[in-house]
């Protein structure tokens, strides 16, 4: 658990308080990706999900999250 210290002035006056930030840890589910025989060079698949991004390399195994792998089935590549 990572903390951080944040500090703030109020009329002269120092305050200090401790904002803890909580790693959540996600289910990861690996996937394959079969390559594509009409585009041999698209050797890629990026998945973006609110602002965070996700690459997965074509004919080889790599764990992704859930969300992504929704959107993958979705699309149907898995």
Known sequence: MATKKVEEKKEGVKVEAKA???KVEEKKI???IPLDSLNPKDKEVIVGINEKYAK??????????IPVYEQL??????
């Open 73 to 78: 089935k979705n699309a149907g590549l898995v």
């Open 56 to 65: 997965v390399v074509r004919g080889e195994e790599t764990e992704v999250s």
């Open 30 to 32: 690996k996937v394959r």
């Open 20 to 22: 803890e930030t909580k």
